[in-house]
């Protein structure tokens, strides 16, 4: 019973569009939850279903995984004008691999939840630009 | 005992000191020994004038170095008698002619001072004739490991090209190696005016390389390059052509960076001999794909931007219109980064323009153009207000400062940049001199200037050679680390052309023309600039990109009086450096 209950509610109300009949999670909740998740968790959350994926790709939950490793210091300039450049460039979710994957192994880092320093937002950034950049042809991005 | 003298060791002319051809010929004449090989017989002492068969080469070896020793060790008066009673008979017949002479020596009294021979396995085992006493090598510096400390399998702990004596190579170390240099380097104090020259790289043609250590054919495949190009130095091109074959082979022996530098140096040679040399051929859109490529594989290229983008950075530090003139435009690589940190830097963005400088293309693309529009749609996506404007020329010498349009310095702040292009100006003379008058007309904030930390540009062909070749030898070691072998291949082939230019090349044709950051900063200090210091951010950045790569480990940034260099384990490659237009002016 509980299930075609369910079903009924979200069939009647719309803004639960996002909720798959037997799921159970809303998608603003998803999203909420998301965005206070870590890089490995939106990974393993990206390939549970559509949906999930769709969330776990937004880019302001890539913008809050990225804003938890670095610290103030470490981006000179104000937060709107950082996700500006930074969406235009590739967004935040390819960011974040650049800076996981360079600085992965780094031996003065022993675990993940190490900060970022400025000299490594810096450097990512930069290859960001350029792999954005290799992607743009003559007449189009 | 000048009669045997001449037999002995031919003694060339004086005047050709080291020139084997020359002797072949005097020996050749007295003997008249066919030119053409007979069968079995090695090729290359053919050439000199021996006979010796390929499959005696070894025992002959062996024998050489015991007459050597047994020699060396005999007192004063022991040697007379082979002056004065002693016949000698066709000395050209090595073997033969080796017996005789040991037996000459009285057996009993030097056993004590013979050492003994290792055991007969193969691996210690050198068909190699006489001491390898390269007269030429003597003269040359003390040279760097050629293998730079990059993979241990192919480094040679003690190895310095000027110190090899004949028995070093030949015996293992561990066999009494104290007593065994004494004796060689005694014997070659004796021997050496006369000693044989230019014999030292011979192998036999047809015994299979594979049977020689590695190690040694590594090290017989320097001296083989380095005899050839003492060859075309003296001009013997008969001679250097014979030991381009030997290369070849001694090439195909080895692995990894040693057999690929051997290959490409050998082919500079080869065109250098028959001065074939591909001039037009060049297709720039391959050129631009090598460039790609070499651009991923390595972090030179990279580091070279960061830096020179770094010091840029801090000279445009609140200004709020910036104009950067680049000499080396190519593909842009370099502005994405700096547009981007212009854009985010606490301030805000300045309005950018550039102008790039480019070599006219032969297939009429207009690839600055191209550039130019790419960069225009990134800035726009990141809303940077920008410019661009892009200048064919042959040569930076025929730029003005008129032509770049340039504001009055009070509005507009200027930055020049030149990645490894001002070495080309040095083909011409003046031609440099002018470029950094223009330069100083143009009085920018800041100039920045990469160049390969290296001398290819002396004016005696052999040194260039010998610098080029441990130069190139440390790039390619450190290309050894890189995964991907596509990448890896094109690199090579990007810096293949660079080594046939430096070797096969003359004139107005030879472009690769590098030189050391000390002789750029003098030439820079005597033009009127003065050194601008770059910071400690670009040293950390640069240190953090070098851990991207793989193969991290053995690229070093060191900072060297305010400018940067990159280089692998000990030897730096290139040289950031940073100026502005000294205040006295």
């Known amino acids: 019973m509980a299930p075609t209950k369910r079903a009924r509610s979200s069939d009647e109300d719309p803004a639960n569009r996002g909720t798959h009949p037997n799921r159970g999670v809303n998608e603003d909740v998803l999203f909420e939850i998301l965005k206070r998740a870590d890089a490995r968790t939106l990974g393993a959350a990206a390939c549970v279903s559509r949906e999930w994926r769709r969330v776990a790709r937004d880019e302001r939950v890539w913008e809050a995984a990225c804003a938890r490793r670095w610290t103030e210091a470490s981006v000179g300039c104000g937060e709107e004008r950082l996700r500006s450049v930074v969406l235009a460039l590739g967004g935040f979710r390819r960011l974040h691999a650049l800076l996981a994957k360079s600085f992965r192994e780094r031996k003065t880092s022993s675990f993940c939840g190490a900060k970022w320093g400025r000299d490594e937002v810096n450097l990512s950034l930069c290859l960001l630009s350029i792999k954005c950049y290799e992607r743009i042809k003559v007449g189009g991005l | ?585």
Request: hydrophobic share 40%; aromatic share 8%; charged share 20%.
């Open chain 2, 1 to 585: 005992m000048k009669r045997e003298n001449q037999y002995l060791y031919p003694h060339p002319d004086p005047s050709a000191a080291g020139s084997s051809s020359s002797t072949g010929g005097k020996t050749k004449v007295c003997w008249e020994d066919d030119s053409l090989p007979e069968a079995g017989m090695d090729e290359l002492l053919a050439v000199l004038g021996y006979k010796v068969k390929s499959s005696d080469m070894a025992e002959v070896a062996q024998k050489l170095e015991q007459l050597e020793e047994v020699m060396g060790s005999v007192r004063e008066d022991g040697l007379s008698h082979l002056a004065s009673e002693t016949v000698h008979y066709n000395p050209s017949d090595i073997s033969n002619w080796i017996e005789n002479m040991l037996s000459e020596f009285v057996p009993p009294s030097f056993d004590s001072n013979l050492q003994p021979l290792p055991p007969t396995s193969i691996d210690s085992f050198i068909p190699q004739v006489g001491p390898v006493d390269f007269p030429v090598m003597l003269d040359q510096p003390k040279l760097s490991p050629i293998f730079g400390g990059g993979d241990s399998s192919s480094s040679l702990p003690d190895y310095d090209l000027k110190a090899i004596p004949g028995n070093r190579i030949i015996y293992p170390q561990n066999q009494q190696q104290q007593q065994l240099e004494e004796l060689s380097s005694s014997a070659n104090k004796r021997l050496k005016p006369t000693a044989p020259p230019t014999e030292a790289p011979l192998t036999t043609s047809t015994r299979p390389v594979v049977l020689v250590d590695s190690q040694e054919a590594g090290v017989r495949l320097v001296h083989t390059l380095m005899a050839c190009a003492d060859a075309i130095q003296q001009s013997n091109l008969k001679v250097a052509e014979t030991l381009i074959n030997q290369i070849g082979m001694l090439a195909a022996s080895q692995a990894g960076a040693m057999r690929k530098v051997a290959t490409y140096f050998a082919e500079a040679l080869a065109r250098r001999i028959f001065n074939c040399y591909p001039q037009e051929s060049i297709n720039p859109s391959f050129t631009d794909l090598l460039l790609m490529h070499f651009y991923e594989t390595c972090p030179y290229l990279k580091f070279a931007h960061f830096t020179a983008n770094q010091a840029i950075l801090e000279a445009f530090s609140n200004k709020k219109k910036v104009h950067v003139i680049d000499f080396s435009m190519n593909q842009g690589m370099q502005w994405p980064a700096l547009m981007q940190a212009l854009a985010l830097r606490p301030g805000g963005p300045p309005a950018f323009r550039l102008t790039g400088i480019g070599p006219p293309s032969p297939d009429n693309k207009d690839r600055l153009r191209e550039v130019g529009l790419r960069l225009a749609q990134l800035a726009e996506t990141i809303h940077v207000d920008f410019e661009f404007r892009g200048f064919v020329a042959n040569s930076l010498a025929d730029l003005d400062a008129s032509m770049l349009e340039l504001k009055p310095s009070e509005t507009e702040s200027v930055a020049v940049n030149s990645v490894f292009e001002l070495h080309r100006l040095l083909a011409r003379p003046g031609a440099v001199e002018k470029v950094l008058t223009v330069i100083k007309e143009i009085k920018p904030e800041i100039v920045t200037v990469v160049e390969q930390e290296a001398n290819h540009n002396g004016p005696v062909f052999l040194d260039r050679f010998t610098e080029s070749l441990h130069y190139y030898s440390t790039m390619f070691d450190s290309l050894e680390g890189s995964t991907n072998s596509q990448d890896k291949v094109m690199s090579e082939v990007y810096l293949g052309r660079q080594i046939c230019d430096v070797v096969a090349c003359e004139g107005l044709d030879r472009v690769e023309r590098h030189e050391t950051l000390e002789q750029w900063r003098a030439r820079f200090g005597s033009a009127g600039f003065e050194s601008v210091h770059i910071g400690s951010n670009a040293f950390k950045q640069a240190r953090m990109l070098l851990d991207l790569f793989s193969g991290g480990d053995g690229y070093r940034v060191e900072e060297n009086n305010g400018c940067l260099m990159l280089g692998w384990h000990t030897r730096p490659l290139i040289a950031t450096s940073a100026w502005r237009i000294g205040s006295s002016q």
